[in-house]
């Protein structure tokens, strides 16, 4: 039985009485859940959530598999913490039982999973092995062009269609740890190249770096970089994230960077934390929160720059998934837009809804297929209305999960990083 008690409970750090006891119940957060709007039970809700951690907490109910089931289900889209009109932050309450449930038993499996395997990058490339496998012998457009893809069970076909194509090797491996600048050297920026973009979307991050470069930026991209500590957080092992963490500050105190720029947002929210998630630490708190104050996503450093107009034309309608990552945890907005907007012969349609969660929140198609396929069904919806050619977002997680929701719905809009198609406008180095 995994239900942890009270008398449990009381030997690790609970969440502190003024983030669940001032919820006035005012519904206001249940408009703008998209696991409530999906599922319409109030323990889905954000305020459902902040319910049952209160009960639990006071000791009137059992932490019980079924109770941090729904804390499982947050999607972390963070829409309920903006809206609270007294403060209440449900997602964050969500994460912190998380995390109290793993304090009071940690389960082997995440110890292997976020401790071994992503804390290495070598293992991580390895068990993506078999499906570069699958792409580069050709298997796919064998399964594809065979309708075998029809044959699978509804979930595999749906995660196997979020996959990108695959890079045949990692951009890890042959990414140049410098990249001098195509013109002046400005700026001397670090890139922190996350796992997802080396392994599934190397153009993008390979776009990235040019772009810094044709802008006028040194580009130092170490190596040695960890997993920011986003997966680990998310299955509440905060112990995980703070070596993570440690370990990645370390690497950019050796170089002498002005920014630390990534064009994953999900690794970017993370990396803005460390400084929040390393504050009592004596040794590392200084250091942290000046590595978290020197982060930018790629769109808000180029932004801040005097920025070189991309001379090439684009002709083709473009709209623009916002991650909750970006648009909420960084308030990171307006530069994407503003970006593409740049590119001459580029038409930018706002998505109506943009903002709203693709249901990807890293894993919940996997995790929570039903509810993650509702709401991106309430996305795909959006953009047959927007109707664009090509959907742009800065977020590999949803990325995938718009190729997901586009295969299923037989649409004909490619999915892309923003950056990336600024770098299509600026074209190759030489022209
Ligand atoms: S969490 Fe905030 S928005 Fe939701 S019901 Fe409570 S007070 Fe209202
Ligand atoms: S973070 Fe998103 S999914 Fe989770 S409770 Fe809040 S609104 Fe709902």
Redesign the pocket.
Same mark, same amino acid.
């Given at each position: 039985m995994n239900t942890i008690s009270v008398d449990l409970l009381a030997k690790v750090e609970p969440p502190e009485e003024n983030t669940y006891l001032? #919820? $006035? *119940? #005012?519904? =206001? +957060? =249940?408009a703008v859940c998209p696991t409530y709007r999906e599922d319409l039970i109030e323990t889905a809700s !954000? *305020?459902g959530r @902040?319910a049952l951690a209160r009960k639990g907490l006071e000791g009137q109910l059992d932490f019980s598999p079924n109770l941090y089931e729904q804390m499982y289900k947050c999607f972390g889209c963070l829409a +309920?913490d903006d $809206? +609270? !009109? @007294?403060g $209440?932050r !449900?997602a964050e309450l969500a994460l912190a039982l998380r995390v109290l449930q793993e304090q009071a038993r940690p389960k082997k499996w995440k110890d292997i999973l976020f401790g071994k395997i992503l804390s290495q990058p070598e293992m991580i490339e390895n068990t993506t092995l078999p499906l570069r496998i699958y792409q580069s012998l050709g298997l796919r457009r064998l399964v594809y062009s065979l309708g075998l893809r029809n044959l699978l069970p509804g979930k595999i076909r749906d995660l196997e269609a979020m996959l990108p194509r695959i890079p045949r090797r990692p951009l890890r491996h042959f990414l140049p740890e410098i990249t001098e600048s195509f013109g002046e050297n400005r700026h001397q920026v670090g890139f922190y190249l996350g796992c997802a973009q080396s392994l599934l979307f190397s153009e993008g991050s390979s776009a990235s770096v040019r772009v810094l470069a044709r802008n006028d930026c040194r580009v130092m991209a170490p190596r040695n970089v960890e997993c920011c500590g986003m997966p680990a957080l998310g299955y509440g092992r905060l112990d995980l994230v703070r070596k993570q963490a440690r370990h990645n500050i370390a690497v950019y105190e050796s170089l002498e960077v002005e920014a630390i720029v990534t064009d994953c947002a999900t690794c970017g929210s993370t990396l803005k934390g460390y400084g929040k998630l390393l504050q009592d630490d004596p040794d590392w708190a200084d250091r942290a929160k000046n590595f978290s104050g020197r982060v930018r996503d790629i769109s808000e450093f180029l932004c801040e720059l005097p920025l070189k107009k991309p001379g090439n034309r684009l002709d083709a309608r473009v709209t623009y998934h916002e991650p909750c990552h970006l648009g909420r945890a960084q308030q990171v907005k307006d530069q994407p837009r503003d970006l593409l907007k740049l590119i001459d012969g580029l038409e930018f349609r706002e998505l109506p809804e943009a903002d709203w969660c693709c249901g990807s929140a890293g894993s919940q198609l996997m995790t929570h297929y039903e509810t993650s396929l509702c709401v991106l069904d309430r996305k795909m919806n959006n953009l047959k209305q927007a109707g664009a050619q090509i959907i742009a977002s800065g977020c590999p997680g949803c990325q995938m999960q718009l190729n997901s929701g586009i295969r299923r719905n037989n649409l004909n809009v490619r999915v892309v990083h923003p950056i990336l198609l600024l770098d299509e406008a600026y074209g190759t180095p030489d022209e």
């Open positions: 001032n #919820c $006035i *119940r #005012c519904g =206001l +957060c =249940l !954000p *305020r @902040v +309920c $809206i +609270c !009109p @007294v $209440i !449900p």
